[in-house]
């Protein structure tokens, strides 16, 4: 990520995010002073506040782009899970840190340096290398930002990369680094090997009572029982409080009438857009297209392509630029416009087509109307009985009783694994949430109330903790069967093992893998493998047997587990060949990637400098009740 502050990304995705996130302060840490300080802060670096409002707007806009990696919503308690509010919070502050050093450096950009420096970055020219205005409007677009908020946000960014980008500057890889990551990675070897055949070698007779009971000992763990829980569980879930609320005719006519807009279908244009880098050019350009040059020709002669002028098929509130915005929309279709001036260049337009909006109906949408009303007032409804509950908690009811008041559905679980499965192996919740709700109940103790469960559709579960069955030892004779497999699959593994060890010895003496192979297997095959290095996965052999290979010398011999860890591979290391000289692609390589761990390391020590001279207080309590920890 360092690398590409410094020189500029190759990827379409990464340039196009690059002008906003360009640095992340994931990995480095917050220093450890946690203590409460503002009542209006969650947290200070020197005498920088980050509000509480800034972090949830963050923190936010992070969970929906985790939730869109994902492909499906991730809650809070997920998230916390991810550790996402950690994350959020030590990016901010590093983020604080270093804007604090800036002010402190007087380092300023003015609203023409931003709109200068946009059209010189990599990030936003196109494939000819010009500055391209479509890539400003897909990161707006993406990231939902207005030009204000784009501009202001490009600011702290770019100040960030005066100051971080000295530091990058100054990282100069030592040769004999390169030369020793270089050697320990192309360094190769060949093994010569044979797989113990344990049908040849293994002989396991049957054990005496000492024996079983020896093993039952050692494996008592394995034959225990699960442990198991008694829970109480009741459930708030979207469906049931969509059950208790109604939507009239009357509210949903309202309702239409308030948001019909939103009912719409709207006007939908697809525009093709020349960017020019004053009006003269855009006239001139204009005036040619008058005179009988095609539109995608003159896009041509300003050096883009058809395919970067073209918009897409888009809504007017899809355009940012208000200017651009109300000039596309008032145009005819195959007109070209007159040279119109955005905030961030002059341009050209032409709609090649026009979708016609829609005007929707009551009748039509009518039932859209009623869920959509629906799932608000089952939200709110949600709420009330979250509150009943809570009232019913706080009066010492069990959560049994509440469900008979509430009408709530009560759930009963005499008997639970930490898997959700009851003795008989069956599921004790059918629910897309089991695995959270029976994990809150494994992480309770009896007595001992808990916050509820966010659910995924925005319901709760609460989970009492009525029993506690550990895990208890299953008496020999009930297990016994058991333990002769558990005896007959360490004995062979104990077997092939000192089989081969005998191998190695012999190897070790001087005898050659051949000679050894004829006692290992039945066919005596010895196998060769392909030059290794210390990453290869080769076919055949385990990644131990690669680990084992490069602690040992040429000649040298060892055995280790098969890959399916049904026997052993006998070896001895037949040639080591060091590393050839690096090519230049190679070399290159290596400087690349030793630059980034070592401007990472760079940049790290300077934050962490920076909060350790500033100051950083972090209101526990606040962050805690943020991220859910406490309600």
Do not use: C
Request: proline share 3%; hydrophobic share 40%.
């Amino acid at each position: 990520m360092l690398e590409a502050l410094r020189r500029g990304s190759q990827g379409i995705v990464v340039k196009l995010l690059l002008a906003i996130l360009v640095l992340s302060f994931a990995i480095w840490g917050v220093a450890d002073v946690f203590t409460g300080f503002g009542r209006n802060s969650l947290a200070e670096v020197g005498d920088v506040e980050i509000s509480t409002e800034e972090y949830q707007r963050v923190y936010h806009n992070e969970l929906n782009a985790l939730s869109y990696r994902a492909g499906r919503r991730i809650t809070a308690e997920q998230a916390r899970a991810f550790g996402l509010d950690q994350q959020v919070l030590k990016r901010m502050i590093g983020w604080a840190a270093v804007d604090t050093h800036a002010h402190e450096l007087r380092l300023s950009l003015s609203d023409a340096a931003i709109v200068e420096g946009l059209k010189r970055d990599p990030a936003f020219q196109g494939a000819d290398g010009k500055y391209s205005r479509s890539a400003v409007d897909t990161v707006m677009r993406q990231l939902n930002l207005s030009e204000a908020g784009f501009v202001a946000l490009r600011r702290k960014e770019e100040l960030r990369q005066q100051i971080t980008g000295a530091l990058s500057e100054a990282v100069v890889v030592p040769e004999a680094m390169i030369d020793l990551l270089h050697g320990n990675r192309e360094e190769t070897r060949v093994l010569s090997y044979v797989r113990v055949d344990p049908d040849k070698v293994v002989k396991v007779e049957a054990p005496d009572e000492a024996k079983l009971k020896a093993t039952y000992e050692t494996h008592k763990g394995e034959f225990a029982t699960k442990p198991t829980r008694k829970l109480a569980v009741l459930l708030l879930t979207l469906e049931d409080a969509k059950k208790r609320v109604t939507v009239t005719d009357e509210e949903a006519k309202a309702a239409y009438e308030q948001e019909k807009a939103s009912y719409d279908t709207p006007e939908k244009r697809r525009i093709q857009q020349i960017a020019f880098p004053d009006k003269a050019a855009a006239e001139a350009a204009k005036k040619a297209i008058d005179g009988g040059q095609s539109f995608v020709d003159a896009a041509t002669a300003a050096g883009a392509k058809e395919s970067d002028i073209d918009l897409g098929l888009i809504t007017k509130s899809k355009l940012f630029d208000a200017a651009i915005r109300d000039a596309a929309f008032a145009l005819e279709k195959d007109k070209v416009s007159d040279p119109v001036e955005g905030r961030f260049s002059t341009v050209l337009l032409r709609v090649t087509a026009i979708e016609p909006g829609e005007q929707s109906t009551f009748d039509g949408v009518k039932q859209k109307v009623i869920d959509k009303l629906t799932n608000e007032k089952a939200r709110i409804e949600i709420g009330k009985l979250h509150d009943d509950v809570d009232d019913g908690r706080a009066g010492g009811r069990a959560l049994k009783d509440i469900a008979a008041k509430t009408g709530l559905t009560f759930i009963d679980v005499p008997a639970a694994d930490a898997s959700g499965m009851s003795p008989d192996g069956k599921p004790v919740i059918d629910r897309p949430d089991a695995s959270r709700i029976i994990g809150a109940g494994f992480a309770g103790q009896i007595g001992v109330e808990q916050d509820p469960v966010e659910l995924a559709d925005s319901g709760f579960a609460w989970v009492d903790v009525l029993g506690i069955t550990p895990a208890t030892d299953r008496p020999f004779e009930e297990v016994k069967a058991e333990v002769e497999k558990v005896y007959e699959a360490d004995e062979r593994k104990r077997q092939i093992r000192a089989f081969a060890d005998k191998l190695v010895d012999r190897l070790k003496a001087g005898e050659t893998i051949e000679a050894v192979a004829a006692d290992a297997a039945a066919d005596a095959k010895v196998e060769t493998s392909a030059p290794l290095t210390r990453a290869t996965t080769p076919q055949g052999l385990s990644r131990a047997a690669v680990a084992q290979a490069f602690a040992l010398g040429k000649g040298s011999a060892s055995s280790a587990d098969t890959q399916d860890g049904s026997s052993r591979h006998v070896f001895i290391v037949k040639e080591v060949v060091p590393a050839p000289a690096p090519t230049k692609e190679q070399r290159a390589r290596l400087v690349k990637e030793l630059e980034g761990n070592l401007e990472s390391d760079a940049i790290t020590a300077y934050v962490e400098a920076l909060q350790r001279r500033l100051g950083t207080y972090v209101n526990q309590t606040a962050f805690d009740r943020l991220s859910g920890v406490t309600q």
